[in-house]
């Protein structure tokens, strides 16, 4: 059985599913390298315009396997880095995909699972989806997720749930900012986020979400004002931009809406 199963639709959502439900879809070094292979060739496809990323069975992700957390325990230091480094890079893979992705939460979401989650752009949990950076209780810490884990909630909450390897509820989860919504019927969330990104220039999505991280944490000074003067002439004298703004004058939609 496949690790990932991946549907593309014809007006471009793909949807890519976790696909080990009998280990609560935790990861393990070949899911690992599917998923970054799979980010990647997604990123680069031009027929997708969202990805909607879930999880197979009972849990979206339950971290990391306790078979490949036993092997990792008889490798070296050195080879429990390299391992560490595939996590990191499969996670900004995920986090700088050029095509918006959409988490579809239920069910466990644990360690790394927190991690997939913080990756993604916009995320729906279910309202009894669990959730908890249980790193600590292992003896363990969450170091590879962690940039993104902290980029989403802040240090504040990285300060209690990091160090307290705590469970905490979607609401909790909500609140902190690692999700985005809370309800029941997850398909039926992700539908206007969906129609949403489907009526916006794909290429002004991915400069949008690049943007995001060019300017995050950044001065405020001459440097940055050049940038983003750059990046938005750049769009409007852009294919996209002048059709974008041609249609909203004509009154009609844009090419790029199907």
Known sequence: MPALTLDISANGIARLTLNRPDRHNAFDEAMIADLTQTFTTLGANPAVRVVVLNGAGESFCAGGDLHWMQRAAQKTEAENEADALALAHMLHTLNA?????????????????????????????????????????????????????????????????????????????????????????LDAAAAPLIDALLASGPEAV?????????????????????????????????????????????????????
Do not use: N
Not at 154 to 165: D, N
């Open 97 to 185: 995909c050029p095509k918006p992705v959409i988490g579809l939460i239920h069910g466990a979401c644990f360690g790394g699972g927190v991690g997939l989650a913080a990756a993604c752009d916009m995320v729906v949990a279910a309202p009894d989806a669990p959730f908890g950076l249980t790193e600590v209780r292992l003896g363990l810490i969450p170091a590879a997720i962690s940039p993104f884990v902290v980029g989403k909630i802040g240090a504040s909450a990285a300060r209690r749930y990091f160090l307290t390897g705590e469970r905490f509820s979607a609401e909790e989860a909500r609140r902190i900012g690692l999700v985005h919504e809370v309800k029941a019927g």
């Open 206 to 258: 991915a400069d949008a979400k690049a943007l995001i991280s060019d300017v995050s944490g950044r001065p405020v000074d001459d440097d940055l004002l050049r940038l983003t003067a750059r990046r938005i002439a750049k769009r409007r004298a852009s294919d996209e931009g002048r059709e974008g703004i041609a249609a909203f004058l004509e009154k009609r939609k844009p090419g790029w809406v199907r």
